[in-house]
């Protein structure tokens, strides 16, 4: 299954997510992340060698592809509409990840215009969603209410994501009790990609 992770805006966890996607379906069957953002934090992320699957740029991808069952694809912020156009065509899921924060609900709803218009395969993930706070129950609802799919794992805002990337490993490996909450959302989420 190829699954690229896309969003309007910067900061929504897509390499989080691609990180710990992949993590999830390396355990099924052999998965590739495919580090398409010219940041490379995912390369980055990588560097320490201590993750379960392969980590390559978009420009050495087609040599490794052939060899994967899973493809993951970490995407840059801002992408055109043409982007978009280019990455629904040439995956089979679309993971939208957004914080239920007002402004990056906006610049979600702005993306889904353009999606729908294409009739791409896409789903909505709830990321960074702060403890005891009914943001992310309010963002889900009306997101149901446009008749957007929504993943029904949700991932919980949590230190040990922002220092995951700095030993190199993802949440699961990493040694903080509430570290096991975030792996949780990501299996979850991972179950559902491939129901
Ligand atoms: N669930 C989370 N809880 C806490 N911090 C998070 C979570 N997901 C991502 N972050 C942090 O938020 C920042 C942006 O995440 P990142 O995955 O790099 O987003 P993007 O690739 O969309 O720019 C990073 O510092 C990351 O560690
Ligand atoms: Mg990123």
Known sequence: MIIAIASLKGGCSKTTTAIHLAAYLQKKAPTLLIDADKNRSALTWAKPEKLSFKVVSETAAPKYIKDYTHI?????????????EELADGCD???LPTTPRALDLDALAQTVDVLKQMGATFKILLTQVPPRSTAARDARKSLEELGLPVFKAEIKRLVAFERAPLLGTTIKNYPDARAKDGWSGYLAMGKEVLR
Not at 72 to 84: H, M, N
């Open 93 to 95: 899921l679309l993971v």
């Open 72 to 84: 993951v694809i970490d995407t840059q912020a801002r992408p055109s509409p043409k982007d978009f």
